[in-house]
């Protein structure tokens, strides 16, 4: 006769076996499925934000030429000021050894403050253009920070969703999707913008 009653241990054991590993199974895929999206979402961020600051740094660049353009345009105008300044004072040195200045000298030197007028339109459009550049890959520049926060803030998703797959910690997995979902939403805010 048997000791005590008899208790299939075996069968038990691989009934609980089973039981751990879908439980276990299923919490695992859903953080699978969950770090997947977050990474997918990382690589768009990613590309989002590279794009975005080549294209300010190619503003940046092309404000960086006009500003020299502008330079050169205003050292242009100075040098036409003081072409305009010799001539008026030559023709002041005639007048002042009581002769009279040759025609040519009053003239050129009203042509020269004419030119002026023009160099000087240029150069204020040249500082426009400029200064429209810079404002764009300003804000291109800020949505850039908008991007690359998200990639951080994916990425860091992406390794607390490890941490819990590791641990098989729930909570570890809550704050790896409210972390990955703040992520997306920022994301998409800067799509929005």
Request: some cysteine; aromatic content about 6%; charged content about 25%.
């Amino acid at each position: 006769m048997p000791e005590g009653p008899e208790i299939d241990s075996d069968r038990l054991h691989e009934a609980i076996h089973e039981r751990v590993e879908h439980e276990g199974g299923a919490f695992l895929k859903g953080i699978a499925l969950t770090t997947a999206v977050f990474a997918a979402c990382a690589a768009v961020a990613s590309l989002q934000a590279g794009a975005t600051v080549n294209e300010a740094l190619l503003l940046k660049t092309e404000a960086t030429r006009d500003q020299a353009e502008a330079s050169d345009q205003w050292t242009y105008y100075q040098a036409k000021g003081i072409k305009a300044a010799v001539q008026e004072a030559s023709r002041t040195a005639w007048l002042a050894a009581g002769k009279d200045a040759p025609a040519d000298f009053h003239q050129t030197a009203e042509r020269y403050a004419r030119e002026q007028e023009d160099i000087q339109k240029a150069a204020r459009e040249k500082e426009r253009a400029r200064d429209e550049q810079s404002a764009e890959a300003d804000r291109l520049l800020v949505r850039h920070h908008g991007f690359a926060n998200a990639v951080a803030l994916l990425q860091i998703a992406i390794a607390l969703g490890a941490v819990a797959a590791l641990t098989r910690a729930r909570i570890v997995w809550g704050g790896s999707l409210f972390v990955g979902l703040s992520a997306v939403g920022l994301l998409s805010w800067q799509w929005l913008r």
